[in-house]
């Protein structure tokens, strides 16, 4: 009988222990924020304004020159990478392949049903960098950009070894809504 009357208070007391941590958990927790990590520079909030195509800029900008362009993110299968601050973009002029009526492609950023020459001449490849010219040490995947996105990207232009080559050191992207 006492070995019973035992069992039943030590069940008592682990099932009111039990009891008063589960209570305890409930409702009165603070919910803890969670932050975002800071955007970095490079992330405009704004539009800057006097953005011009692709090709406009390739036949008027030389190496060194400020410029403003405005294109979309593409022009091969993988256009920019999670580890990478270089991406690619295309002149808005030029239909991506999910723009063709009919076209099937799965990877329509990749302007597959476009000529090499085509492509070539209204690409331009995007280098981050930081106020000092440094490369930055985040790519734009890593901030949500994705193919197909509408940019507006300002920066430098860097050497240019042939006519079909535009490299912008930007400083600067702005993504369109």
């Not at 692709?54 to 008027?60: L, Q």
Request: charged share 15%; glycine share 8%.
């Amino acid at each position: 009988m006492q070995q019973a009357r035992r069992f039943m208070l030590t069940a008592a007391t682990i099932v009111l222990a039990a009891t008063s941590l589960t209570l305890s958990a409930c409702g009165k927790a603070e919910p803890t924020a969670q932050t975002q990590p800071a955007a970095p520079a490079w992330v405009l909030a704004a539009a800057p304004d006097g953005a011009v195509g692709i090709a406009e800029s390739k036949a008027n900008a030389g190496e060194g020159d400020t410029v403003i362009i405005r294109g979309r993110i593409g022009g091969r299968a993988e256009p920019l990478a999670d580890d990478s601050p270089i991406f690619m973009i295309m002149d808005l002029s030029i239909p991506h392949c999910g723009e063709n009526p009919g076209d099937a492609c799965p990877v329509p950023w990749d302007y597959c049903c476009e000529q090499p020459a085509t492509i070539a001449a209204n690409a331009a490849t995007v280098q981050l960098v930081d106020a000092d010219g440094a490369t930055a040490a985040s790519s734009p995947a890593s901030h949500g950009f994705k193919p197909l996105d509408e940019v507006i990207v300002i920066g430098t232009v860097a050497p240019r070894p042939e006519p079909t080559v535009l490299t912008i050191r930007a400083t600067g992207v702005y993504r369109v809504d």
